[in-house]
């Protein structure tokens, strides 16, 4: 790391919906800063080229790369992660549904893989298969061969929309 | 008293059912606990410099540069860390010539492959270690490169080991029967060359490892992404000079393994031997492109076979000749003989027929080292046996269906050896045939691929039975001398409020071994799953077991689990039988209560038992027996495996303009005796297709010619993604093995076994009437154009 890169910068933000002040190095990724800084550990590292998505997370409304962004990149932005999600039961119905359609084995992906899914959910509407397996198409997971993952993002996109009873 | 797993309405019946997971709640909330989720007091992390070389004498070693970076402690080499740890040398007694030199966790004086440890930086940071290494300076002289497989044992290729004399590590014959005079005189003799991809298992998280030393306890503790801790308890012991008492592995939340973590590592057990020097805890976590170049591959292999049959399509011969590179060592401690072994042991699995040769020839090369991955060699026998079969029914005019009809051991055969001296208790091939039938409505997909034909569109069907080798015995590595437990133990204890736990030896990576023990408890016992508490990967808390591959969890794990329960149950009832003055044989627990087992009237819950007999033992009679902690071990002893079998299907469709397979549908039916739990059982098959079908159109590993790693990132190895992946038809037969209570035998492997074959066989049954085939794994776009002859250069 050169000498920039390790140059401390301020930053203010908020994660999870609690106020964050942190100096970070400039070369810090998001995802380290998470889980080193943060303790928060739901987020993973993986490939570290943004390809395979574990450490998606939400910045400002969008879904990110954690390994792609930098911490210095943060200022002025709420964050959200895994467990703030969960704390607040954003995605509840979700998290139910892949544990009851087992849409998840290892548990590496998952976290990341939620956050793309609800990225989708909550555009409305009930996707095609089609279109949930390419929305998720930026998370890989090596367990499950994607299929239990798809149903579950079905059946919640059906809960949601009032086709099916919860 | 026996589980009458004929009926459905017993009391406590939890197997065979599906029961969520006890540990998905706590993942999918991001609580999971993953090795680098874990930072104890002091702890320091070690990043590796790594051999740019394939092969190279290491000239000398300059740190002062790197010895400057703010936070960097501690700089090892190779000879540093030999002063603690011991080399290994990764042979088996039964796999007769088996060579090997003794391996360092890091380079010596020469680096034998890009990615082999060379240096160690111990930092504050990941990020300062990372720094740091970027600034040690080594001086290599680089050596001739062993590359190729197929030269490895020319004369004039250099020897990789001359201490070895050979480039050879292994190689084994197996000949039954009179295959040179049938093939003599066969009505039809199809022969192929078949090549599958290197490539290796890319679980998402990368291996992890944190050891902690403690001179103060004698103790080291690592934290560690494996399979197999008591195996890993056993190295970190014998090579550091720690009694296996004092070497505690945990093994938390993995993110994948898939046979990836069931190896031992140099960089891993260098961290432990730096933990041992600096006394305090180490972290190394690969990095990706450490994965690729330091994580076992597999599946290198080269493969001439050829098929004999009769007029009636009958199955006379197959003639195999497997190569394989394993790379600069053999892989300690399960050897990487093994692949090449069982591709010997598998091929023409599902057939009755009499002559047999196999050669498997295992060579050193200058690459990554090979070892198991999941499905060790089924997917490369799957496809040479059922590629060959269906060449054979294409050449006589046959349907490959009915081909495989005529061949198949039936299925009152049993108990029958195989031409490769495998023994098989009993398989369900024609049943297993006749429901993928039903379930892929063969009839009317054939009318779908005439119709689309007609249109233009290249349709194909491809059909791969399998066997699959799970529950193994010590026939598998304890024989060779491998500390390697095929056995496995559980205990099971009763808590004072009358809830349970189970401590297992087998280990969790996603597959749900804990939901399939909390099920097998519960029912052993007589209590709700929820109320068990399944605990493993702790050494020092489990019994010791060989930990989870080759499918084992479930029937070897699964059945030590049952005979615990089952004794905890017998205990609860001798003391439940005292303070109720009944007669042990009139009571039984159900749901958490001592019932009378005659008309299920509730006696006394188990949380009153707990409290007589943890607080008010006075009350019971004089010595009686108040066990309420039982542990029960299980080894296989009638067979040295528990063969399974099953049939896949492939529907895809095959672009002629640019070669992109596009997979409509795929379908398993799979026979892996009692299951346990449906749903985990399905999920484990889809899981496993998608394995065998990134094998079959994606993933390879790029060597250059100096043996240069070229794709070593997850966007130049490409994995399956959910978009291209198709919709996948699970079906079930249950021959449950007769060797246990349980009757359950593995089921991880299967999907993997047969995916790629069925993948190859329904792309050539597309491409057949354009006479093209492939028959080179993975089947890109480019290889498919070559077969058809749209790419000439």
């Known amino acids: 790391m050169t000498k920039a890169f390790a140059d401390k910068v301020v930053i203010e933000l908020t994660v999870n919906g609690e106020p964050v002040e942190a100096r970070v190095p400039a070369g810090q990724h998001v995802v380290d800063f998470l889980r080193q800084d943060l303790g928060l550990t739901g987020a993973h590292a993986s490939c570290e080229h943004g390809v395979c998505g574990a450490c998606t997370i939400r910045v400002d409304g969008s879904s990110v790369r954690g390994c792609l962004m930098l911490a210095a990149q943060l200022d002025g932005s709420d964050v959200w992660t895994i467990e703030g999600l969960s704390d607040k039961e954003a995605i509840r119905d979700l998290q139910e549904a892949f544990i009851a359609r087992n849409a998840l084995q290892c548990g590496f992906c998952t976290p990341g893989m939620l956050v793309a899914a609800e990225e989708l959910l909550a555009q409305g509407g009930v996707p095609e298969r089609a279109t949930i397996r390419e929305h998720l198409s930026g998370n890989y997971c090596r367990c499950t061969g994607y299929e239990a993952i798809v149903d579950a993002v079905e059946t919640v996109a059906q809960q949601r929309a009032g086709q099916v009873q919860v | ?793």
């Open chain 2, 1 to 793: 008293m026996t589980v009458q797993f004929g009926n459905p309405d017993r009391p406590n019946s939890y197997i065979g059912k599906t029961v969520p997971r006890p540990n998905a709640g706590r993942l999918v909330e991001g609580r999971g606990k993953y090795v680098d989720d874990i930072t104890l007091p002091r702890m320091v992390h070690v990043a590796f410099v790594r051999s740019p070389f394939a092969h190279a004498k290491i000239l000398s070693i300059d740190t002062e540069d790197a010895k400057s970076v703010k936070g960097v402690l501690r700089i090892f080499t190779g000879a540093d860390l030999a002063k603690v740890c011991t080399p290994w040398v990764a042979v088996l007694e039964h796999l007769k010539g088996l060579k090997s030199p003794p391996e360092h966790p890091m380079a010596m004086d020469r680096s034998c492959w890009v990615g082999e440890p060379v240096v160690a930086v111990v930092a504050t940071s990941r990020a300062a270690a990372e720094d740091g290494a970027a600034l040690v300076d080594v001086d290599y002289e680089p050596l001739p490169v062993v590359a190729d497989m197929m030269t490895a044992l020319d004369a004039s290729t250099p020897v990789l080991h001359p201490e070895m004399g050979d480039n050879l590590a292994f190689q084994r014959l197996h000949e039954e029967g009179d295959v040179d005079g049938v093939f003599a005189t066969a009505h039809k003799v199809v022969s192929a060359h078949f090549k599958t991809g290197r490539h290796t298992g890319v679980t998402l998280e990368p291996r992890s490892i944190l050891v902690d030393w403690n001179p103060a306890e004698g103790q080291m503790t690592a934290y560690h992404a494996t399979q197999a801790p008591h195996m890993v308890q056993t190295v970190l012991a014998t090579h550091l000079d720690v009694p296996e008492s004092r070497v505690r592995v945990i093994c938390g939340d993995v993110g994948g393994s898939y046979g990836i973590k069931v190896h031992v590592y140099p960089d891993e057990v260098a961290t432990a031997a730096i933990s041992k020097i600096m006394a305090r805890p180490v972290k190394f976590i690969a990095d990706r492109l450490e994965s690729f170049t330091t994580d076992i591959h597999a599946r290198d292999h080269e493969i001439e076979a050829k098929i004999a049959v009769d007029a009636n399509g009958k199955i006379l011969a197959f003639d195999v000749d497997d190569w394989t590179a394993i790379g600069a060592y053999s892989v300690y401690p399960r050897t990487s003989a093994i692949e090449g072994n069982q591709v010997v042991n598998l091929c023409g699995g599902p057939y009755d027929f009499a002559n047999y040769r196999a050669k498997t020839t295992v060579v050193f090369q200058n690459k990554t080292p090979t070892c198991q991955y999941r499905a060790v060699g089924h997917p490369i026998a799957v496809a040479i046996t059922e590629g060959l079969v269906d060449m054979a029914a294409a050449e006589m005019g046959m349907d490959p269906v009915e081909i495989r009809r005529r061949n198949m051991y039936a299925d009152d055969a049993y108990p029958v050896t195989s031409p490769a001296n495998m023994r098989f208790e009993g398989l369900s091939h024609h049943q297993s045939m006749d429901k993928l039938m039903g379930l892929m409505d063969y009839d009317a997909l054939r009318a779908d691929q005439a119709e689309a034909r007609a249109r233009g569109v290249h349709r194909g069907i491809g059909i791969a039975s399998f066997i699959e080798l799970t529950n193994p015995s010590p026939f598998m590595y304890g024989i060779g001398g491998a500390r390697i437990s095929a056995q496995d133990g559980c205990t099971v204890r009763m808590d004072p409020d009358g809830s349970i736990v189970a401590m297992s030896g087998v280990t969790e990576q996603g597959q749900g071994t804990e939901a399939m023990l909390s099920q097998i408890v519960a029912e052993g016992v007589g209590v709700l799953p929820s109320n068990v508490r399944v605990i493993t990967g702790d050494t020092q808390v489990t019994p010791y077991g060989g930990g989870t591959w080759a499918s084992r969890g479930a029937g070897i794990g699964g059945e030590a689990a049952l005979r615990s329960a089952r004794a905890l149950r017998d205990s609860i009832l001798e003391v439940a039988a005292a303070m109720l003055q009944s007669d042990q044989a009139s009571l039984d627990i159900r749901d958490g209560h001592v019932v009378d087992i005659e008309t299920g009237a509730e006696r006394m819950p188990l949380e009153e038992l707990g409290r007589i007999v943890y607080f008010r033992g006075d009350t019971l009679p004089k010595g009686l027996p108040r066990e309420l902690v039982q542990t029960r071990h299980y080894i296989t002893s009638e067979y040295p495996f528990a063969f399974t079998n099953g049939v896949q299907a492939s529907y895809l469709e095959v672009d002629i303009e640019t070669g992109v397979v596009t997979l409509l549908k795929h379908w398993c039916v799979e026979d892996c005796g009692r299951i346990i739990n449906p749903q985990l059982v399905d999920e484990q098959i889809r899981g496993g297709i998608v394995q065998g079908l990134g094998g079959a159109l994606f993933e390879e590993i790029h060597y250059d010619d100096e043996g240069q790693l070229l794709n070593g990132s997850m966007a130049d190895y490409l994995v399956p993604m959910a978009g291209e992946m198709p919709d996948m038809v699970v079906g079930h037969v249950e021959t449950p093995t007769k060797e246990s209570e349980l009757g359950a035998k593995g089921a991880g492997e299967a999907g993997t076994a047969g995916a790629p074959a069925a993948v190859m066989n329904a792309i050539n049954d597309a491409l057949r009437p354009l006479g093209a085939q492939v028959t080179q794994m993975p089947f890109t776009p480019e290889r498919i154009l070559r077969a058809l002859g749209a790419i000439e250069d």
